[in-house]
């Protein structure tokens, strides 16, 4: 093959490569929650294996919205998701400093259903797992 025919050749592969391990990463790839709201952090990384999560959890595919949740005019859409958005992008007020509504949309979320139904983590070391 002509060199400049090699070349390009190349170029498209490393882009058909590129595409398909962007594309490939998902939720099931989420192992952590980690906003990046928090660039100071206090407490560990919480570990959060997604899919197996939420399966352990019953949480069915239709039910994505109890935590990707979209509201308008003060009432939960049903039929919507806000998975493409960290929850910082809507609980995190403008002043950037103040963690306090994000930190408690996360433990509310999280650590509320926990304690509804009796299972799941809810001391703050069991998320917050210390890993060394
Ligand atoms: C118990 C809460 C919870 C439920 C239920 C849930 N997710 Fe998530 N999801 C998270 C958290 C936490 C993250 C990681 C932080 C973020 O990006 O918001 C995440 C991230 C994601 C991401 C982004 C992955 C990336 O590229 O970073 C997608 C897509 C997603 N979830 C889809 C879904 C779908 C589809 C469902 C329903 C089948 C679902 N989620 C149910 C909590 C949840
Ligand atoms: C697209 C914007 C948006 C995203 C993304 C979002 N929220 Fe919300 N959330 C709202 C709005 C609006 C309300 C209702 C007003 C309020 O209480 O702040 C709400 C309410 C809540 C509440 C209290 C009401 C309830 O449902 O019990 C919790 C807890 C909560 N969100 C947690 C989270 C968590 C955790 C995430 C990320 C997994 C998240 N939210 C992502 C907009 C959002
Ligand atoms: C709708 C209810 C619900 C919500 C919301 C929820 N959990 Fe859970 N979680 C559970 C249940 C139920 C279990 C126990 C599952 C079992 O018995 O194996 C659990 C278990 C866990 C565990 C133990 C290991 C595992 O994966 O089973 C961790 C860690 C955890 N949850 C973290 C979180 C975090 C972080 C969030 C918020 C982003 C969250 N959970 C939101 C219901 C929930
Ligand atoms: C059910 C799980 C759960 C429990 C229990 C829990 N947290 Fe969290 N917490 C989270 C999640 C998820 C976040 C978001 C983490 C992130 O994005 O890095 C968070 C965020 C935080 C943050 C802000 C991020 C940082 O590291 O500075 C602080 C501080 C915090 N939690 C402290 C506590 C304390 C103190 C307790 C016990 C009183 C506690 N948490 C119990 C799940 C939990």
Redesign the pocket.
């Known amino acids: 093959m002509e060199m400049r025919t090699r070349m390009m050749y190349m170029t498209v592969a490393v882009i058909v490569f590129l595409t398909a391990v962007v594309s490939v990463y998902s939720q099931e790839d989420v192992t952590t929650?980690?906003?990046s709201a928090?660039t100071e952090?206090?407490?560990p990384?919480?570990p959060f294996l997604h899919d197996k999560h939420n399966e352990n959890a019953l949480i069915h595919d239709d039910d994505c919205n109890i935590c990707h949740h979209t509201y308008s005019d003060g009432k939960k859409l049903e039929d919507e998701s806000s998975e493409d958005q960290e929850c910082s992008a809507c609980h995190q007020p403008a002043d950037e400093k103040n963690?306090m509504e994000l930190?408690k949309a996360?433990?509310n979320r999280?650590?509320g259903c926990?304690t509804t139904l009796k299972a799941?983590?809810?001391?703050?070391g069991?998320?917050?797992v210390r890993t060394q």
């Open positions: 929650v980690e906003d928090f952090k206090m407490r990384p919480v963690h930190i996360y433990h999280c650590k926990h799941g983590p809810v001391l703050c069991e998320c917050h």
